[in-house]
C-alpha cells in the first residue's frame, strides 16, 4: 500500500510540474503575442502619420500645382482613420492598473496632448486591461466603415463619426460633492482615488491633512430586461422538490463513480476496502519473505537444510538468552583486569589526569612569564647605568659645585622604579 500511495505522490508532482510548464509557456506566448499586436498597431499608426505628413508637404510645396488626393478609391474616404487605430491592447493579468472608472461616471480629460482637454463626459466604453476608455461626444473621429460593415440590403454611410479610445491616465472623475463653508454641491475633480473591496474614497478637499474620507457611489447599473416566452419553464417547477435523500438506498448508483473518473488512474486516492485489503495482504507477504531471509542469513527458510536450520535455531536462542547486554559481571572483571594489566586507564582517571596536567602547564607559563619580566626589568636597570656612566664621561671638562651638579644630574637622570 505504500508503494502505491508513494506512486499516487510522485504522479501528483509530475503532473503539478507540467502544469507550471504548460502556465510558463502559455504565459511567453502571451506576452509575446500582446507584443506583436503593440508593434502592429504603431506601425499602422505611423504609416497614417507619415502619409500625411508627406501629402501636407507637398501641398505646401506646389501650391496651386497640388494634386487632388480625395479621388479614386478615397473620394469617400479621404482623411479617415484606419478602424484598426481604434482597438487597444490589453495587457497581461496583474499588469494593468485599476483606476476606480465605470461606465456611467463623469469625467474631464486632463491629458495634456488631448485635444478636448478640459472638456468633462460620460464615459460610454472602458477597457480596464487595455486601461483605455471612450467618452461620449468627446475626440470624435471619422473612421472608413470596413467593407465587412457594408449591408447591400440596407444602405451604409462610408464614413462614421465615433469616439476614439482615451488613455485612463489622461482622465478624473467628477463627482459632486458638498462645500462646508456654503453647503452647496459643488463638481470636484478627483485626482486619487482608493479603493477597497466594495467602496471607492476620495480625501477631504478642504484639508487634504486629515484622515477623512468621503465615499462615491458606483454608478446604478442597469438591470436586464427578460422577455417570457411560452415555452419557458415556470419558476414554481424549478424550486419544487422532487427528490428526497434517504438512508435506505445511495444517492447514486455505486458505478456512477467508476464513470465520472478513471477506475484504473494513477491520480486516484481512494479505493474499495476490498483493494485496501488486497494491497495490505501483498505488503504482510513482502515482510514475511524479509523477515525469513534475515532469519536464513540471505537464504531463504525453505532452501535451509534440516542441519542449518537447527544451527540457526541454536544461535537465535543463544542470542535471546543473552539479553540486551550480553555480557556477564564475570566477563566485565575479567575485562577490567587485562585493561590494568596493560596500563588502560578508566575514563575519570583520564579526565582527572588531564586535568592536572593543564593546571601544572598554567603554573609553569605564569613561572616563564615572570622570569621574562625580571629579565627585561634588569636589562632596562643596566642600560639605564651606563647611559649614566656615559654621560658623566661627556661631561667631564665642566666644574660646576656639587650642589648644581647634583641638581642637573637629578633633572637629566631619573631612572624609574620598578612596579611589582
Not at 197 to 222: C, S
Not at 251 to 276: A, C, Q, W
Not at 361 to 382: G, I, S, V, W
Amino acid at each position: 500500500m505504500q508503494k502505491l500511495l508513494k506512486r499516487t505522490s510522485q504522479v501528483q508532482k509530475q503532473a503539478a510540474r507540467r502544469q507550471r510548464i504548460v502556465r510558463s509557456k502559455n504565459a511567453s506566448d502571451t506576452r509575446k503575442l500582446l507584443r506583436n499586436q503593440l508593434k502592429g498597431l504603431n506601425i499602422a499608426k505611423r504609416e497614417v502619420f507619415v502619409s500625411a505628413r508627406q501629402a501636407q508637404r507637398e501641398d505646401w510645396h506646389l501650391g496651386p500645382l497640388a494634386p487632388r488626393r480625395d479621388v479614386g478609391d478615397k473620394a469617400e474616404t479621404y482623411g479617415t482613420v484606419p478602424l484598426r487605430m481604434l482597438e487597444g491592447v490589453e495587457k497581461m493579468d496583474g499588469k494593468w492598473k485599476k483606476w476606480g472608472i465605470r461606465e456611467g461616471d463623469r469625467v474631464c480629460v486632463v491629458g495634456p496632448k488631448e485635444r478636448d482637454r478640459n472638456k468633462i463626459g460620460v464615459v460610454k466604453e472602458i477597457k480596464e486591461k487595455a486601461e483605455v476608455c471612450k467618452v461620449t461626444g468627446l475626440n470624435m473621429i471619422a473612421v472608413a466603415t470596413p467593407d465587412y460593415m457594408k449591408s447591400s440590403s440596407q444602405p451604409t454611410p462610408p464614413v462614421q463619426t465615433t469616439e476614439a479610445p482615451i488613455p485612463l491616465s489622461s482622465v478624473r472623475l467628477v463627482t459632486p460633492v458638498v462645500d462646508p463653508y456654503t453647503g452647496f454641491k459643488r463638481d470636484v475633480i478627483v485626482n486619487e482615488i482608493m479603493l477597497s473591496a466594495k467602496y471607492r474614497y476620495i480625501a477631504n478637499y478642504t484639508d487634504p491633512t486629515t484622515r477623512e474620507l468621503h465615499r462615491i457611489p458606483w454608478p446604478p447599473e442597469e438591470k436586464p430586461e427578460f422577455q417570457d416566452n411560452d415555452d419557458d419553464t415556470l419558476r414554481i417547477d424549478v424550486e419544487r422538490e422532487t427528490w428526497v435523500p434517504t438512508l435506505l438506498r445511495a444517492p447514486m448508483p455505486s458505478g456512477v463513480i467508476d464513470e465520472l473518473r478513471n477506475k484504473y488512474s494513477k491520480f486516484r486516492t481512494r479505493h474499495e476496502d476490498s483493494y485496501i485489503e488486497m494491497q495490505e495482504e501483498k505488503d504482510r507477504r513482502t515482510r514475511e519473505k524479509e523477515e525469513e531471509l534475515k532469519w536464513g542469513g540471505g537464504t531463504p527458510r525453505a532452501m535451509l537444510t534440516p542441519v542449518q536450520e537447527l544451527n540457526r535455531k541454536r544461535r537465535m536462542e543463544k542470542l535471546e538468552g543473552e539479553g540486551e547486554d550480553g555480557l556477564t559481571e564475570e566477563v566485565l572483571a575479567g575485562i577490567g583486569q587485562v585493561m590494568a594489566r596493560r596500563g588502560m586507564e578508566l575514563p575519570e582517571e583520564k579526565v582527572k589526569r588531564q586535568e592536572a596536567d593543564v593546571l601544572i602547564k598554567h603554573q609553569e607559563n605564569l613561572k616563564k612569564q615572570e622570569a621574562d619580566r625580571m629579565r627585561k626589568h634588569q636589562e632596562k636597570l643596566r642600560r639605564q647605568e651606563a647611559d649614566s656612566v656615559a654621560w658623566q664621561q661627556r661631561n667631564a671638562h665642566l666644574t660646576p659645585d656639587m650642589e648644581e651638579w647634583n641638581v642637573v644630574r637629578r633633572i637629566c637622570y631619573k631612572p624609574e622604579p620598578w612596579r611589582w
